[in-house]
């Protein structure tokens, strides 16, 4: 078993008006870190941030669903205030699904719900379709929790990949932290993410940089910007998606992902076509890619009532209603 442990933290900030505890977990590297909110023995639910972002991404949502589940959002590896992987190791989905499975283990959760944005999200559909017995619910926001991609890109991208980190892990003597002042910090981080108002950096820059003499430097790994050295073709995805046995709501922001992010032609109707076999729920709301951080408010009443209609103590009881009315 893998030790988990808490230390309380309270945060006083007009975003977050619920107390937060630290998590930490060990991991052979190092240790894994987030947020958790709730009472110990509240529903469980694991929140997933996306790609370089952490997970203070969830820190405006939280307060705005029921105050009796217990919500833990983890900082994947390479992001936030959780350690970096070693030296040499690349960052990849299974990797991600690895630590997601590391993460309940520690937790003791046997079932429990997911809400997971952009890359998390991704990480959430692989980990629902390896672990369908696990998990009860998948929220799935602004991404549809598969990316697939060509076969003949896939081995370029994996090229690319692998050469990527040999050059990087070649130039040791060359790398240095950059130091910037905290709004140079955020001008940053808002250019390379144009959805985050000005309030939602903030809150993610709380655990995006740590001070330095000088300044601030960026506390996410370089690598995670080296091209991804596993992808999965449109036909894995599809079969993932078939064996993913949680209800999933899929929420799509109007303004939000994939109106910058184009599939192949032909990928994105496959991808829903499919989803709509498993009966997903999709909603489409106003809003852009961090809809969930930015304005919170305008999803918070339609992720509670799915989440509430479809618990595990819910389906474990129709399920025994249904075993009953068979007798």
């Known amino acids: 078993m893998l030790p988990a442990f808490t230390s309380l933290r309270h945060c006083a900030t007009t975003t977050m008006r619920r107390a937060a505890s630290?998590?930490?977990?060990?991991?052979?590297?190092g240790e894994m870190r987030g947020q958790v909110w709730g009472p110990s023995n509240g529903r469980p639910v694991l929140c997933?941030?996306?790609?370089?972002?952490?997970?203070?991404?969830?820190?405006?949502?939280?307060?705005?669903?029921?105050?009796?589940?217990r919500f833990v959002a983890i900082d994947f590896p390479g992001h936030g205030l959780s350690s970096h992987r070693p030296d040499g190791c690349f960052y990849s989905f299974?990797?991600?699904?690895?630590?997601?499975?590391?993460v309940?283990?520690?937790?003791?959760?046997?079932?429990?719900?997911i809400i997971g944005h952009s890359m998390g999200g991704n990480v959430a559909g692989i980990f629902s379709a390896l672990y369908p017995e696990m998990v009860d619910a998948v929220v799935l926001l602004d991404t549809y929790g598969f990316l697939p991609t060509q076969v003949t890109e896939?081995?370029?991208?994996?090229?690319?990949?692998?050469?990527?980190?040999?050059?990087?892990?070649n130039k040791t003597e060359e790398r240095k932290?950059?130091?910037?002042t905290y709004e140079k910090a955020k001008g940053r981080l808002r250019a390379a993410n144009p959805s985050l108002s000005d309030q939602s950096a903030d809150i993610l820059l709380e655990r995006a940089v740590r001070e330095v003499e000088g300044g601030f430097v960026f506390t996410r790994d370089f690598r995670i910007n080296l091209k991804n050295i596993v992808n999965n073709n449109m036909e894995q995805c599809l079969h993932m998606i078939s064996v993913v046995k949680a209800p999933v709501m899929i929420l799509l922001a109007k303004d939000g992902l994939f109106k910058t992010f184009t599939l192949?032609?032909?990928?994105?109707?496959k991808i829903l076509k499919s989803w709509n076999d498993q009966k997903a729920t999709i909603v489409d709301v106003?809003?852009?890619?961090?809809?969930?951080?930015?304005?919170?408010e305008s999803v918070a009443s339609i992720i509670t009532d799915f989440l509430q209609s479809h618990s595990s103590d819910k389906t474990e009881s129709e399920s025994s209603n249904n075993k009953s009315s068979k007798l």
Not at 286 to 296: A, Q, S, T, Y
């Open 22 to 29: 630290e998590f930490r977990m060990t991991v052979p590297w």
């Open 48 to 69: 997933l941030h996306g790609w370089a972002d952490n997970c203070g991404t969830f820190n405006t949502l939280v307060p705005l669903l029921p105050k009796d589940w």
């Open 94 to 102: 299974p990797l991600y699904v690895a630590d997601v499975r590391r």
């Open 104 to 113: 309940v283990e520690a937790l003791q959760w046997k079932r429990f719900s």
């Open 154 to 169: 896939m081995f370029k991208n994996m090229r690319k990949g692998v050469n990527d980190q040999i050059q990087y892990d």
């Open 177 to 180: 932290e950059k130091v910037y």
């Open 264 to 269: 192949p032609n032909g990928y994105l109707d």
């Open 286 to 296: 106003e809003g852009d890619h961090h809809i969930h951080l930015n304005k919170p």
